[in-house]
């Protein structure tokens, strides 16, 4: 019954008192994970109706233009502070901190602490939010929040990274998985960023341009020091583990995170190429965004590999019709943003729609629909029940596919052009503006996906939640095991 | 790799290096920037050093007054996420071109600002030097309009209104002479014996705008002849 | 920019190459210690009882 290869493995130790059984630990991160979840998805929904908002102004800029707290500057904000703060770290905290229990070995402890951070967390983000539309924005890029609420986010904050890192202490048995290190090391970073960040720019301003040094260093930093770690070590644990096989090379995922750690952090100067800074400054940027695309191929060959041979399985897992979704945009994005870096390209790039694309590619195509796969293996196995509906579940995927391919494109393609017109001094620049217009309404097109496709998961997941009785459909997806063991669950 | 404390090792040493070598680094750098004149020249004590002109006027110069109040409007409005604040210099793209600015932006033009707002989108031109191109009372109109609704001066543009900084009200007597005057016959103006009047935000904001200006050299960026 | 100001940097050059070299020391360190080996096992951590390895753990219903 026990294959000999696990003797070193606390699962299968023969002693019961050892033994941490997935279902245990499922069981002690419930309520938090649950908690996590609901808010994510609520600031989904939320960020979704001002992404829309916004994205109907930018060709339309009358359309309630006579409501100062829908301007779209604030708008914009209010959209991106809801989806990076309230969307994707309410759904890192969930799903991150999950699999982080999981590889822990061990039940978890204090779970109050997670339930009064988050609750603090979002506090702090409704009075942020609030706050922007009602004029009290910083005008510094995803600092965005007044300075009266970024103090609660700080302090919620740090009672999670407290939790991860008291967890991965006093975890059991003997080997780490690569996802911890990616989740710990992400959850030691943020603060580090944030709290420099806040100190730099807004409590005690540093003189001119190192406020715009700081600024970005911060920024990419999210992206690439907590929102892309978190994402990859939700696939590294999410691909294999949905395919029943190990990830194709331990040593090429050891290179990848490493790699990443040393490039990604002194990238984020590609923001500023071009700008009033010392130019030694911008090509220490440039080289670190072009070798990004070591960690990157790394993760690629990995990801890929390790997939070879069973793509049926990934196509019949909703889970994994959305990791692999999300690697392959991985690898894409980053390549596209290490080009982005480059100085002949970014002359054109720079300043235009192309950018917006490019950050939609990485934080969406990337990292949400890796997320949202991360969901639906976990919802199952934290409620011991199916999800609904697997018609909601393609629902949800061919929305969102579509949406993010057609705003990707449209804004990239649209903000070449864009870039392009605005290199040549003879076209006024009116015109230039005209000529963005159909492809922000190609945009607002894809939004329209894009909700379908969120509404659909939203259902979804209330639907699993509180219509609990009602499931053991026989058409649902059958997440929790095979096929063929149905009948011999309890 | 199982070891806490050595994992925690590579994990602190890899964000600590680029904290230092981007943030540090710009913060000793730049932060020692001062005000100069637009010439510097040998000093008298000793002719290797270069020393500012004795009584010419220090730039950058400082925000002040209503302009400085109109930044505020501009930060809490979310103006900075369509218009940038920064020239590029001239084989760079085509910013001096398009008459942005008669040079590029260098460091030494965001000392004296508290927050600075480089900007990095362009769905609007760029403004560092936008009190150049609209100067004076005719400067000052334009901006008006423009706020009010772009349509009326920039026709098909994307920017959105702001007529909600703007007050209609019923003329008394005579018109006031902070009235906004429309072109004939717009479809923008107020009706008949309505006028329309900027608030103290709106004053504020455009002169905010019209104090954004290029129009001082630096021995590192000299305008060209 | 004055080339004074480059001299200024040398202190934190100095501060960097340090982090290199301890950053390539504890790389070293590990690779004696034998953190980086065993990687196949390491990889295969993931499964469980309850979870095996060699069983597809997510998918939608079979069409009848």
């Given at each position: 019954?026990?294959?000999?290869?696990?003797?070193?493995?606390?699962?299968?130790?023969?002693?019961?008192?050892?033994?941490?059984?997935?279902?245990?630990?499922?069981?002690?991160?419930?309520?938090?994970?649950?908690?996590?979840?609901?808010?994510?998805?609520?600031?989904?929904?939320?960020?979704?109706?001002?992404?829309?908002?916004?994205?109907?102004?930018?060709?339309?800029?009358?359309?309630?233009?006579?409501?100062?707290?829908?301007?779209?500057?604030?708008?914009?904000?209010?959209?991106?502070?809801?989806?990076?703060?309230?969307?994707?770290?309410?759904?890192?905290?969930?799903?991150?901190?999950?699999?982080?229990?999981?590889?822990?070995?061990?039940?978890?402890?204090?779970?109050?602490?997670?339930?009064?951070?988050?609750?603090?967390?979002?506090?702090?983000?409704?009075?942020?939010?609030?706050?922007?539309?009602?004029?009290?924005?910083?005008?510094?890029?995803?600092?965005?929040?007044?300075?009266?609420?970024?103090?609660?986010?700080?302090?919620?904050?740090?009672?999670?990274?407290?939790?991860?890192?008291?967890?991965?202490?006093?975890?059991?048995?003997?080997?780490?998985?690569?996802?911890?290190?990616?989740?710990?090391?992400?959850?030691?970073?943020?603060?580090?960023?944030?709290?420099?960040?806040?100190?730099?720019?807004?409590?005690?301003?540093?003189?001119?341009?190192?406020?715009?040094?700081?600024?970005?260093?911060?920024?990419?930093?999210?992206?690439?020091?907590?929102?892309?770690?978190?994402?990859?070590?939700?696939?590294?644990?999410?691909?294999?583990?949905?395919?029943?096989?190990?990830?194709?090379?331990?040593?090429?995922?050891?290179?990848?995170?490493?790699?990443?750690?040393?490039?990604?952090?002194?990238?984020?100067?590609?923001?500023?190429?071009?700008?009033?800074?010392?130019?030694?400054?911008?090509?220490?940027?440039?080289?670190?965004?072009?070798?990004?695309?070591?960690?990157?191929?790394?993760?690629?060959?990995?990801?890929?590999?390790?997939?070879?041979?069973?793509?049926?399985?990934?196509?019949?897992?909703?889970?994994?019709?959305?990791?692999?979704?999300?690697?392959?945009?991985?690898?894409?994005?980053?390549?596209?943003?290490?080009?982005?870096?480059?100085?002949?390209?970014?002359?054109?790039?720079?300043?235009?729609h192309f950018t917006v694309g490019h950050a939609h590619h990485g934080v969406y195509a990337f990292f949400t629909m890796i997320m949202f796969g991360g969901v639906y293996y976990m919802m199952p196995r934290l409620l011991k029940c199916e999800w609904p509906s697997a018609g909601l579940i393609k629902i949800h995927f061919w929305g969102c596919a579509i949406g993010i391919t057609i705003m990707v494109v449209a804004l990239q393609v649209g903000g070449w052009i864009q870039g392009m017109e605005m290199k040549n001094a003879e076209i006024p620049f009116l015109e230039i503006v005209q000529n963005t217009i159909p492809w922000l309404k190609a945009r607002s097109v894809s939004g329209i996906f894009l909700t379908a496709g969120h509404c659909a998961f939203a259902l979804n997941l209330f639907w699993m939640l509180f219509a609990a009785g009602a499931l053991r459909a026989k058409e649902g997806p059958t997440l929790l095991v095979n096929k063929e063991k149905v009948n011999s669950i309890v | 790799m199982k070891n806490l404390p050595l994992l925690f090792c590579g994990i602190f040493f890899a964000l600590a290096f680029s904290f230092v070598g981007l943030i540090l680094t710009s913060h000793i750098q730049l932060g020692s920037l001062t005000q100069t004149t637009e010439t510097l020249v040998p000093s008298d004590d000793d002719p290797t050093k270069m020393v500012v002109v004795e009584g010419d006027p220090l730039y950058p110069s400082q925000s002040v007054g209503l302009a400085q109040q109109g930044k505020l409007e501009y930060i809490s409005l979310g103006c900075m996420y369509c218009h940038s604040q920064q020239i590029r210099r001239a084989d760079f793209g085509a910013d001096i071109d398009r008459g942005w600015g008669p040079r590029q932006s260098v460091a030494r033009d965001y000392i004296m600002q508290d927050r600075v707002l480089l900007g990095t989108m362009r769905t609007g031109p760029d403004l560092t030097h936008l009190g150049g191109r609209y100067a004076g009372d005719a400067g000052r109109d334009w901006n008006h309009l423009h706020l009010y609704n772009p349509q009326i001066v920039s026709k098909g543009s994307t920017m959105p209104p702001f007529a909600f900084l703007y007050e209609t009200r019923k003329i008394e007597n005579n018109v006031s002479k902070d009235a906004l005057v429309f072109p004939p016959g717009s479809e923008y103006g107020p009706e008949e014996g309505y006028e329309v009047i900027p608030t103290r935000r709106a004053v504020a904001l455009v002169e905010y705008l019209l104090s954004l200006k290029i129009n001082y050299s630096l021995p590192e960026a000299v305008i060209p002849e | 920019m004055d080339a004074e100001s480059y001299t200024d940097l040398v202190p934190l050059i100095f501060i960097a190459v340090v982090f290199f070299t301890v950053a390539v020391g504890a790389l070293y360190w590990s690779s004696k210690r034998g953190q980086l080996r065993d990687f196949d096992k390491q990889a295969r951590t993931i499964f469980t009882d309850e979870e095996p390895e060699g069983e597809v753990s997510d998918s939608f219903p079979e069409k009848k």
């Open positions: 019954m026990m294959p000999k290869s696990y003797n070193y493995n606390p699962y299968s130790s023969p002693s019961d008192a050892v033994k941490a059984e997935l279902s245990e630990i499922d069981a002690s991160i419930r309520s938090a994970a649950i908690f996590f979840v609901i808010s994510a998805i609520g600031w989904l929904m939320l960020g979704t109706i001002f992404a829309l908002l916004a994205a109907v102004k930018s060709h339309s800029p009358d359309f309630a233009g006579a409501y100062e707290f829908l301007t779209f500057g604030r708008v914009r904000s209010a959209h991106l502070n809801s989806m990076a703060l309230g969307w994707a770290s309410n759904i890192i905290f969930a799903v991150g901190l999950w699999i982080m229990a999981r590889l822990c070995r061990a039940p978890i402890q204090h779970k109050g602490i997670l339930l009064i951070a988050g609750i603090f967390w979002n506090i702090g983000l409704t009075v942020g939010v609030f706050g922007i539309l009602g004029g009290d924005m910083t005008s510094v890029e995803w600092l965005e929040i007044p300075r009266y609420a970024t103090p609660l986010l700080a302090f919620s904050y740090t009672l999670i990274g407290v939790w991860g890192v008291i967890a991965f202490r006093f975890r059991k048995g003997d080997h780490v998985y690569v996802s911890q290190w990616y989740i710990l090391a992400a959850l030691f970073w943020f603060p580090w960023l944030y709290v420099v960040a806040q100190v730099m720019i807004i409590w005690f301003p540093v003189r001119g341009v190192v406020q715009s040094v700081t600024n970005w260093w911060f920024a990419h930093n999210v992206l690439g020091l907590w929102f892309t770690p978190m994402a990859l070590a939700t696939a590294y644990y999410l691909i294999p583990k949905v395919l029943g096989r190990p990830i194709y090379s331990y040593y090429l995922s050891v290179l990848g995170f490493w790699s990443l750690a040393i490039f990604y952090n002194w990238a984020g100067i590609h923001h500023l190429i071009g700008g009033p800074i010392p130019v030694w400054l911008i090509s220490a940027g440039i080289v670190a965004s072009v070798m990004m695309v070591i960690p990157v191929i790394v993760v690629g060959i990995n990801h890929h590999m390790s997939i070879l041979g069973m793509h049926k399985q990934v196509w019949r897992s909703p889970t994994l019709r959305f990791v692999v979704f999300g690697a392959i945009s991985y690898t894409l994005v980053s390549l596209i943003g290490s080009s982005m870096a480059l100085r002949t390209v970014n002359e054109i790039t720079h300043f235009t | - | -």
